[in-house]
């Protein structure tokens, strides 16, 4: 099948941690760690999939083959970890904001964390939605501190598959904002965003299993999802998607290969 782009804990009795003093300290009470997010909520949160497959001509977009198997595979992978499934499809530029701002109103008193999955067209620093695009910027600021303050202290996770530009190449940025231990902390706080490819490259996208990423991302959060923090497992996913591009780049070379001898024989 061909490829695309989507161009223009450990348990133990005493947890030992470091105060603000530099000191070791211990507590009896499990999973006290200050480094830790507190997941002892009633709800693990909510994840929203926005998933655009069909663009509109004045775009000059095509339509995204295979990211309804992305979408099926973020469902499946995140409905099994405990979170609150939303998804909606082609997407206009007004839909997904209207979509998103009622998200970040909403009371998640009650839930651990956010998660936002974007499946669509892009560019670097930008998402389309059916008919226009849209500043990713103006999609995270809705979860900011001062505009949700049920999120306050919560990991906000943003996976974004799109391309962030023509060049070709098949990285992934994951660029976690660390949290501040002090009473006030910034209204970006508690953000982390990992995207399908680094500024300016295209993303890859198989039309008939899916994105690279995204497939990458469901099977390292259904191994490790309930037993390694996020920042590892997205580790494993750069990892998952650096054997993809080689793998890419030696099937080149064969048919490059093969290209060659094909013209060497019709020159005989």
Known sequence: MSDSVDARQVNAKEDTYLTDAGVDQTDAKPHSDVFQYNMNYPSLGQCVIINNKNFHRKTGMGVRNGTDQDAKNVMETFSNLGFTMKMSNDQTVSQMRDLLTEVSREDHSHSAMFVCVLLSHGDDGKIFGTDDFIELKQLFTLFR???????VGKPKLFFIQACRGSDLDAGIEADSVSEEETQKIPVEADFLYAYSTAPGYYSWRNVA???????SLCEM??????????????TRVNHKLKIFLEMSYQLQSWTEVLYAQQIKTCKR
């Open 145 to 151: 501190g001062d505009r949700c303050k049920s999120l």
């Open 221 to 234: 959060l259904s191994k490790y999802g309930k037993r390694l923090e996020i920042t590892q497992i997205m």
């Open 209 to 215: 299993n899916g994105s690279w990423f995204i497939s």
